[in-house]
């Protein structure tokens, strides 16, 4: 059975940063891209960034460029998304997904959901004073 899972959500004050952290069970998380989403109350699910097999390529959404950054663990695989300088539009359910098409060099932000084959439950991300 393959399973993905976020953590590392919570509530921060506007300014503050957080580190999501997203990891997999029955396969290996480090063979594939992984995709970073959110989704906001009545709002679509956006992908804010990307990161290819060993971290080739990592791309982000406008909104986020410069705050977030994404990364891989070598030696166990996990990937995070560090969240600087947040603001209350940052607040949203955010999720990874992995595609399990094996070893790209490459990945694109363009909020393509069907490119990925397993997500994870999501995890809140509050950003309020």
């Known amino acids: 059975q393959f399973d993905v899972v976020e953590s590392g959500g919570g509530l921060v004050q506007p300014g503050g940063s957080l580190r999501l952290s997203c990891a997999a069970s029955g396969f290996i998380l480090d063979y594939y891209a992984i995709g970073w989403f959110r989704q906001a109350p009545g709002k679509e699910r956006e992908e804010v960034s990307c990161?290819?097999?060993?971290?080739?390529?990592?791309n982000y959404v406008d909104s986020v460029k410069g705050r977030f950054t994404v990364s891989r663990d070598n030696a166990d695989g996990t990937v995070y998304l560090q969240m600087n300088s947040l603001k209350p539009e940052d607040t949203a359910v955010y999720y990874c997904a992995a595609d399990l098409r094996p070893f790209p060099e490459n990945c694109t932000v363009d909020h393509n959901k069907g490119r990925y084959h397993y997500w994870g439950p999501g995890t809140q991300v509050t950003v309020s004073s």
């Open positions: 990161i290819s097999w060993r971290s080739y390529s990592t």
